[in-house]
């Protein structure tokens, strides 16, 4: 297998996975889905009883449920630095938490006002902080207001999706577009017809200039009155595509995706070793 980057952002990205099968491929893409560990809060507390702010009382209540609010919370993506965290059940402390293992988030805000995820504070390192505080929580009517403590810690999807790195994890074969010259009649139907603009015209020649960008849909080939274009794809090479929550970057996610796949490849080796022994 070879990976070819086409677009490499934080949190989007786009590659070509070469000499692969289709269960290479579908093996990468169960692993970016449900094995890449990241930090999702898991522990929610609520302080009970009126809260006292500026000399003002509050009922410490929210129109949605308490589990409904942890639920939300659950989901906020929480940055994630795998060489810094581990998981709880096999760090130093025993599952006790640590250092290692969880960070404390708490929130703390009076009515009338809508909730953030901005609003979670770590306590600790500002590394933690959530990226995207524009995830609304809930919204407090006047009088009312939120105390709590979170805590978050590491997991993967095979638990609970709100451990889920990545989103939108799909792939494709790799479009091959070809024109026969010797039967084109420099109609252009392709060029205009086209859904995806996969082609554009030269010297009043059709000429494929964006392969990536074919659906595979066959428009061109259909339209073309002499039969000109042969749309078909690689059967060893994906397209593939897929953002993450924010939490870790595309990059370390694909790595991490990869090493994991290593180490189950090479467990699988011994496994089927063994039996033959
Ligand atoms: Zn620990």
Redesign the pocket.
């Known amino acids: 297998m070879q990976i070819e980057i086409i677009e490499m952002e934080e949190t989007k990205c786009r590659f070509l996975l070469k000499d692969a099968t289709h269960a290479d491929a579908n093996a990468l893409r169960r692993t970016l889905i449900s094995d890449i560990p990241k930090m999702a809060i898991d522990q929610v507390e609520f302080h009970l009883g009126p809260i006292m702010a500026d000399g003002k009382e509050y009922e410490s209540v929210t129109p949605l449920f308490d589990e409904v609010v942890a639920h939300r919370l659950g989901l906020v993506p929480i940055p994630t630095d795998l060489e810094l965290m581990?998981f709880?059940d096999e760090?130093?402390?025993e599952?006790?938490?640590?250092?290692?293992?969880?960070v404390m988030y708490s929130l703390n805000k009076i009515g009338p006002c809508t909730v953030y995820s901005g609003d979670l504070l770590p306590l600790g390192h500002e590394a933690f902080k959530v990226k995207d505080p524009l995830i609304p929580i809930v919204t407090l009517s006047d009088g009312q207001a939120v105390l709590i403590y979170a805590i978050a810690e590491m997991g993967t999807a095979s638990r609970h999706v709100k451990w889920q790195a990545t989103t939108g994890v799909g792939y494709k074969y790799l479009p091959i577009v070809s024109i026969d010259e010797s039967k084109c009649d420099q109609g252009l139907q392709c060029v205009t017809r086209c859904p995806r603009k996969v082609f554009d015209e030269v010297d009043g020649k059709p000429v494929v200039s964006r392969v990536l960008d074919c659906s595979l849909c066959n428009t061109c080939a259909e339209d073309c009155d002499q039969q000109a274009i042969e749309v078909c794809s690689d059967p060893n090479q994906f397209i593939f595509n897929f953002e993450t929550d924010g939490s870790m970057t595309c990059a370390k996610v694909l790595e991490v995706a990869l090493s994991i796949l290593e180490a189950n490849f090479e467990d699988f080796g011994e496994m089927a070793a063994s039996l033959q022994a």
Do not use: Q
């Open positions: 581990s709880r760090c130093v402390c599952g006790e938490g640590c250092p290692n293992c969880i």
